[in-house]
């Protein structure tokens, strides 16, 4: 089902309910459900038509998150504003005062116009120094590092720092709340407003 039921307005079974705005980033949303998925907790979404319709601030991520916990059979919502910012609620915490925030991801082509090319009165910039590490390079008189020996657990130096895609960690924390676990309190998410 996806979306609220026919009856009274409440989703039919225990459910996250996530409210966005209609032109939400789709990814994100993808995201958010399969953050809340992998802690198998069942969610429920539907874009919010009055998202940014009210006051200013009303269709952003906290206000659809705390309209969502009030729908949520397990009273725990999240919203996601245009922009892709997404907010975690409780029904039973302030409307403006979320469990859990995560900014919206940076956009990878600015809004807008592009800006007018730079004028350069000096000498050129030095070159930017990435903060990537270096690939390592392979040193012909180093003898071979020994082979790797499977205990059958797996070796966090095996997989590589992948970035979590934005909304995933939101949807873990939606889900953590309604399982009564930790939220996670590293990385880009915050608790509180």
């Known amino acids: 089902m996806t979306g609220p039921a026919r009856h009274g307005g409440t989703p039919e079974r225990p459910s996250i309910v996530v409210r966005h705005h209609p032109d939400a980033p789709v990814a994100v949303l993808r995201e958010v459900l399969a953050g809340a998925e992998e802690e198998g907790v069942p969610v429920l979404a539907w874009p919010d ?32 504003d245009v922009d892709g910012a997404v907010a975690v609620h409780h029904a ?61 657990a797996t070796s966090s130096a095996a997989v590589p720092d992948v970035p979590t895609p934005p909304g995933r960690r939101a949807g873990a924390a939606a889900a953590r709340i309604v399982t009564g676990l930790p939220l996670p309190l590293d990385g880009p998410g915050r608790c509180g407003p």
């Open 49 to 80: 038509p009055t998202a940014g319709a009210g006051p200013p601030g009303d269709g952003g991520a906290v206000a659809l998150a705390h309209r969502a916990a009030r729908r949520s059979p397990l009273d725990t919502g999240v919203g996601i």
């Open 92 to 152: 039973k915490l302030p409307p403006r005062g979320p469990a859990f925030v995560e900014p919206a991801p940076a956009a990878a082509v600015p809004a807008g116009p592009a800006p007018p090319a730079a004028v350069s009165t000096g000498p050129a910039p030095p070159a930017a120094v990435s903060a990537e590490p270096a690939p390592p390079v392979a040193v012909p008189d180093e003898p071979a590092p020994p082979a790797a020996v499977s205990t059958g």
